[in-house]
């Protein structure tokens, strides 16, 4: 089933966890932490009740055509899912399928051609220059080569979001070791960037997405420039804060083994979603 995150299973139409007409039940059959539960209407039963599911994405039949001169170039071709709070998802495919397009989307650096996508409910499509500057409050990016400030040591280079936007000084130093801690880098706080490794540059840059407490986290080739154990490390890290915080997570990637890792992976292609997999995390 697509356009439901996390979900993949079987109609299930004699549960009853939502008191409405003229819908579809689904019990979870293949995902490992929900498996055996039922979704319906936005809900999950559990033992415990029913709770009902946030969406913090939602992309439905977007399409972005760019002009190479006089020739159109599609390359979104109607993409559609649906993204929910706490949910750790990936974007896979090779280069030309469309996924660095749908990130600037996703991330409200630009404007589908047509379509609806919207970040917390607020259809970004349909924002102003400043008001979509406001929508990317609510991402937290993070991108394959850091983008670090070299002349800022690390503590500096997580408060500097902070310190932008006006936070109090009390606060933000606060703030700031706490997403040291997330991370696990309070005893690295004074490194400059040159003096850290690759693995602790990404942390550093993973701190200061989160500190702005963003709605998603949106990553960009996160392991694309970390050796393969280092990798698996922070892979490692970013499953770790998806399940303490419930920091919904995108990943964009072009390797699977990355995707993987993630809950569900959306596998692009020619501008279109060729598929959407649970996976066996």
């Known amino acids: 089933m697509s356009g439901t995150s996390g979900i993949s299973g079987r109609a299930d139409s004699r549960d009853n966890c939502c008191q409405t007409t003229n819908t ?34 939602e992309v439905q ?32 495919g090779p280069s030309g399928s469309g996924k660095s397009t749908l990130l ?13 996508l919207l970040i ?23 991108f394959q080569f850091f983008n670090l400030i070299p002349r800022l040591n690390a503590r500096d280079n997580i408060e500097l979001p902070l310190a932008i936007a006006g936070v109090p000084k009390k606060e933000r130093k606060a703030r700031t070791v706490e997403a040291l801690k997330s991370v696990g880098l309070e005893d690295r706080m004074d490194h400059k960037s040159s003096e850290l490794s690759g693995g602790e540059r990404q942390r550093v840059a993973v701190a200061r997405a989160l ?21 698996q490390e922070m892979m490692d890290l970013v499953i770790e804060l998806n399940k303490s915080l419930n920091m ?28 959407d997999e649970v996976n066996g995390q």
């Open 24 to 57: 579809k039940r689904y019990t979870f059959v293949n995902h490992q932490s929900l498996k055996g539960l039922t979704y319906c209407n936005g809900q999950i039963k559990t033992q415990f009740g029913v709770k009902t599911l946030t969406t913090v994405l």
């Open 104 to 116: 600037n989307l996703v991330g409200a650096l630009d404007r589908p051609t047509a379509g609806t």
């Open 248 to 275: 919904t997570v995108i990943i964009v990637t072009h390797n699977k083994a990355v995707a993987l890792r993630t809950r569900r992976t959306f596998s692009m292609l020619d501008g279109l979603i060729a598929s």
């Open 120 to 142: 917390n409910g607020v259809d970004v499509s349909k924002l102003s220059d400043n008001e979509l500057a406001e929508a990317r409050k609510n991402v937290g990016f993070v």
């Open 211 to 231: 500190i702005t407490k963003p709605s998603f986290l949106l990553m960009d080739e996160p392991t694309g420039n970390l050796d393969s154990k280092t990798a």
């Open 61 to 92: 039949d977007l399409t972005k055509t760019y002009q190479l001169g006089s020739v159109p170039v599609e390359a979104l071709r109607g993409v559609s899912f649906t993204v929910d709070q706490g949910d750790l998802v990936s974007i896979l």
